[in-house]
T-cell receptor, first 109, second 114 residues
């Protein structure tokens, strides 16, 4: 069965420090992975998807099939990056999202 | 991209009663998805709703408890029936973005059962 693991419930970094939010997945098929972000009092929104290989708000994530990982990285954290981040795996014939438990990122001044 | 309006945004309900949550999308979509997020936990898919057919439920979720309607391509409802405190959660609807660029979510319904 598919599974997404985000080992850290809370990650605290100082402003300007690098950020890495970990995500590992378990899936026998070809994975399609996403990062979603939820800022305080806002709805869940798509941050980026591995297929597009884009950088959004300075964040990047590379799919590593060997390590079954899709870690989210940013070289210099900003205060506005403080939010809840969810890694998600698309399965079920391409229409079922399996979410990790989320990591709360707190950027301190 | 599709914009989802979900209501109510929150409600406090008595155990044994039912609550219907509405999800309206500003464009036509084939599939709509309903998720639950229990306190301190991640999002779990409840069911997938296609217009004109019965919803497909995930393991652990049944139609009697979570009946879903999908009368047209822009609207769906999820009913939480015969509620107990364990049903206290955030319920979210979701649709696929155009071009298969991911999924967008409604703002959620925060349900508290007392």
């Amino acid at each position: 069965a598919q599974r997404v693991t985000q080992p850290e419930k809370l990650l605290s970094v100082f402003k300007g420090a690098p950020v890495e939010l970990k995500c590992n997945y378990s899936y026998s098929g070809s994975p399609e992975l996403f990062w979603y972000v939820q800022y305080s009092r806002q709805r869940l929104q798509l941050l980026l998807r591995h297929i597009s290989r884009e950088s959004i708000k300075g964040f990047t994530a590379d799919l590593n099939k060997g390590e079954t990982s899709f870690h989210l990285k940013k070289p210099f954290a900003q205060e506005e990056d403080s939010a809840m981040y969810y890694c998600a795996l698309l399965t079920g014939g391409g229409n079922k999202l399996t979410f990790g438990t989320g990591t709360q990122l707190k950027v301190e001044l | 991209s599709a914009v989802i309006s979900q209501k109510p945004s929150r409600d406090i309900c008595q155990r044994g009663t039912s609550l219907t949550i509405q999800c309206q999308v500003d464009s036509q979509v084939t599939m709509m998805f309903w998720y639950r997020q229990q306190p301190g936990q991640s999002l779990t898919l409840i069911a997938t709703a296609n217009q004109g057919s019965e919803a497909t439920y995930e393991s652990g979720f049944v139609i009697d408890k979570f009946p879903i309607s999908r009368p047209n391509l822009t609207f769906s409802t999820l009913t939480v029936s015969n509620m107990s405190p364990e049903d206290s959660s955030i319920y979210l609807c979701s649709v696929e973005l155009e071009g298969g660029h991911g999924y967008t979510f409604g703002s959620g319904t925060r349900l508290t059962v007392v």
